[in-house]
């Protein structure tokens, strides 16, 4: 989607950290923005800063699990500001650490419910649009935990990498429409602890054994979103560091089809306790 000039964008979780960045990068990029947040005290926050940098952003308080109300908020944003074209499905929140036998099924059904049911209802609303005006992109959040596992965050690994397949399986069923879709895979970035997630982990670097608690700023994020719609590209990676994990998780999966490596050690599994990520 190589023009963005005078186009609409609407992004959940929109009120602050990556979904907020992501406004401002697509705002920069002359895109009409609605943000939607389940809390509305930050949306206002929100879309004040949006507007001091000359944004249209229309606000929209949005329960991304309501289905009727996904549809309320994307008539309100075409009637606001015209067609959409650009979905950014963004919200997400996590769980702290636990066994997963230990995770209460009301826990578990909350996080998926947000950060998968979230995606597909957003999708659900908005494709149908996008098809019959034969153009349109969606970027899906996951996490480059969506790329490998982590023990003791079953729920938030399961929802993130089923984003993943979701995604990939959405590109090749909206190419045909002239639909564009990306998931993206942040590693940390520094965010405000989100008021609806219950918990949030600390996170550290793969190998180096040291905590970065700082992360990347939100707002480089913002412009591999912008890059990566404007190319059409499936993932969109912003921590190189993850790498040799992902690499590692990769040619075990191929070595799987042959004859399995022998070897005493390996990244994924036995060092994946300083990737503490959320």
């Known amino acids: 989607m190589q023009r963005l000039t005078g186009e609409v964008a609407f992004i959940t979780g929109g009120a602050s950290g990556i979904g907020l960045a992501m406004a401002g990068a697509l705002a920069r990029e002359g895109m009409s923005i609605a943000i939607a947040d389940i809390d509305e005290a930050r949306l206002d926050e929100a879309a004040t800063l949006l507007r001091a940098e000359n944004a249209t952003v229309l606000p929209i308080r949005l329960d991304v699990r309501d289905p009727d109300a996904w549809v309320r908020a ?43 049911g979230g995606v597909f209802l957003g999708v659900r609303a ?17 996490s480059i935990l969506g790329l490998f ?6 729920a938030y690994i399961a929802a993130k990498f089923a984003v993943v397949g979701l995604s990939e399986a959405l590109r090749a069923e909206l190419a045909p429409h002239g639909i ?30 040291r905590p970065k608690p700082a992360g ?28 040799p994990v992902v690499e590692d998780r990769m040619r075990r999966l191929l070595a799987a089809f042959g004859t399995p490596p022998n070897e005493p050690e390996d990244i994924l599994y036995l060092g994946h306790d300083s990737l503490n990520l959320s």
Do not use: F
């Not at 996008?130 to 959040?141: L, P, S």
């Not at 939100?218 to 993850?242: C, F, T, W």
């Open 149 to 154: 596992p982590k023990a003791h965050h079953a």
């Open 216 to 243: 990347q700023a939100p707002k480089a994020l913002g412009q591999v979103v912008v890059d990566a719609v404007r190319h059409n590209r499936l993932y969109a990676i912003s921590h190189d560091e993850y790498r």
């Open 74 to 116: 994307i008539d309100t944003t075409e009637a606001r500001l015209g067609p959409l074209v650009l979905l950014c499905n963004n919200a997400g929140v996590g769980l702290g650490p636990a066994a997963t036998d230990e995770i209460a099924p009301a826990d578990w059904q909350w996080l998926l419910d947000i950060n998968l």
């Open 126 to 142: 908005a494709v149908g649009r996008m098809k019959a005006r034969g153009r349109g992109h969606i970027v899906n959040t996951s």
């Open 180 to 209: 564009g879709v990306t998931v993206l895979l942040p590693g940390l970035v520094r965010t405000a602890q989100s008021a609806s997630s219950r918990a949030q982990t600390a996170a550290s670097a793969p190998g180096g054994g």
